[in-house]
C-alpha cells in the first residue's frame, strides 16, 4: 500500500478570490502528490506565477512558483491510501501527460462553467481539480460520483476516504510533518 496526497489551497490571489466568491467555498485549488513532503504536486495552474492567463500543466512545490510568492497560502493536505497497482497507474497517468504538456491548456470555459452547473469536457484542456479528478478515475481510484469535467476543488473538502492530515499555512506544512509524523497521527 503507498499514500498519495490531495492538497486543497487557498492563495488570496484575485483569481483565487473570485473562486472562493462564486462557490463561497474555502478553496480554490488542487493538487496531488505522490509523496507526503509535498516537494512536487501535479495540477493545472499557473506556468507564470505573476501572470494567472498563462497556464496549464505544472509541476508545483511548498517552495516553487505561485506557493514561493504567496507565503500565506492556506491549505489542506488529505491523503489516501492505495494499492502499488494503482498508484503506478496514478504515476504512468501524470507522466503522460507530463511528456504531452504542451498539447494541454488550462481550459478557461471550464473555470466559468462548473461552478454554473455546465460541466464541459474538452480533449486537450483542465482546470486543477477536472485533471486531479480524471488522474484519479483513470488510475482506477474512484472517490467522486460524478464525471470528472464536473470536479470542483471544493468537491474534496472532507471527502468520504480521504484521511485529513493538516490544515494551516502551506509553508508550515513541513515543520509539522517534522514535529509530528504523519504516520504517527
Do not use: W
Not at 54 to 71: H, Q, R, S, T
Request: proline share 4%.
Amino acid at each position: 500500500m503507498r499514500k498519495i496526497y490531495i492538497v486543497s489551497t487557498y492563495t488570496g490571489t484575485v483569481l483565487a478570490h473570485l473562486i472562493r466568491t462564486i462557490t463561497r467555498k474555502p478553496y480554490s485549488h488542487i493538487s496531488i502528490s505522490l509523496d507526503d513532503s509535498l516537494d512536487t504536486m501535479y495540477a493545472f495552474g499557473r506556468i507564470n506565477p505573476k501572470n494567472p492567463l498563462i497556464a496549464g500543466f505544472v509541476e508545483e512545490g511548498i517552495d516553487k512558483g505561485l506557493y514561493e510568492i504567496k507565503k500565506n497560502t492556506i491549505c489542506r493536505v488529505y491523503s489516501l491510501e492505495i494499492d502499488d497497482d494503482k498508484y503506478e497507474k496514478l504515476k504512468a497517468n501524470i507522466n503522460k501527460i507530463k511528456s504531452v504538456k504542451s498539447l494541454y491548456s488550462y481550459d478557461l470555459i471550464s473555470l466559468i462553467a462548473i461552478p454554473l452547473g455546465f460541466g464541459r469536457n474538452p480533449e486537450f484542456g483542465y482546470v486543477c481539480s477536472t485533471f486531479a479528478a480524471d488522474m484519479l478515475s483513470k488510475s482506477g481510484i474512484t472517490l467522486l460520483n460524478k464525471p470528472f469535467y464536473t470536479v470542483q476543488p471544493n468537491d474534496f473538502y472532507n471527502l468520504k476516504g480521504l484521511t485529513l492530515e493538516y490544515e494551516g499555512l502551506l509553508r508550515e506544512y513541513n515543520k509539522f510533518r517534522a514535529t509530528y509524523s504523519i504516520d504517527t497521527i
